[in-house]
């Protein structure tokens, strides 16, 4: 397993890359970016951040986020974006991808890559 390697740095911006799972275009449904927008929204609130930018393409999402000067984590809200989402994707459209059993025994469902990739932006 690769040895990911992430900055904690306070207050920081970081550029994140979200992908959907098999690279299926499920973020052109107007209904998946309501309910993307729903739980972006949801989840800025209960573990603030700003949003810097935000760029939607049909298959993954790229965001450049601020964090509050006293918190490094934002690990804690892509997690809670994809958990948010994918319930509601689930709840609104149902389960369009077969799960694999290594998703199965981890109770993930087929929305989500795994992992997400981020960049600590470091300067201007």
Known sequence: MPN???YKIEGSTVFITMV?????PILINPNSRQILRYAW???SKRFPFTTDAICLLPNHIHALI???ENDWNYSIRIREIKRKFTKGYLN???EQEKRNQSRIDKKEAAIWQRRFWEHTIRDE
Not at 20 to 24: C, P, Q, S, W
């Open 4 to 6: 990911y390697k992430r």
């Open 41 to 43: 929204r949801d989840v």
């Open 20 to 24: 959907t799972f098999k690279r299926l």
């Open 66 to 68: 601020t964090l509050p």
């Open 92 to 94: 609104s459209v149902g």
